[in-house]
């Protein structure tokens, strides 16, 4: 799992009376993306040190790719 700063960290829920869990990567602790993260949840606007598990997975989201250049 591989991650950039602006990406979401999405925890599903994993047994009953859990919630889904979402944040934003602010900081990473390894060049290549590797884990741990720096996570701001967006449940209680902290920031924690994240080391994901088996229920957690990386939303990739456009940091600033807007395609090829227009060649007209």
């Keep these: 799992m591989k991650a950039a700063i602006g990406d979401e960290v999405v925890v599903e829920k994993t047994r009953t009376g859990t919630v889904r869990?979402?944040?934003?990567?602010?900081?990473?602790?390894?060049?290549?993306?590797?884990?741990?993260?720096?996570?701001?949840?967006?449940?209680?606007?902290?920031?924690?040190?994240?080391?994901?598990?088996?229920?957690?997975h990386i939303?990739?989201?456009?940091?600033g790719d807007h395609g090829p250049a227009d060649p007209a």
């Design 59 to 63: 939303v990739h989201l456009a940091h």
């Design 21 to 56: 869990r979402d944040g934003e990567v602010v900081g990473l602790h390894r060049p290549d993306g590797a884990p741990p993260f720096d996570v701001r949840w967006s449940d209680n606007g902290r920031t924690t040190v994240f080391f994901p598990g088996p229920d957690a």
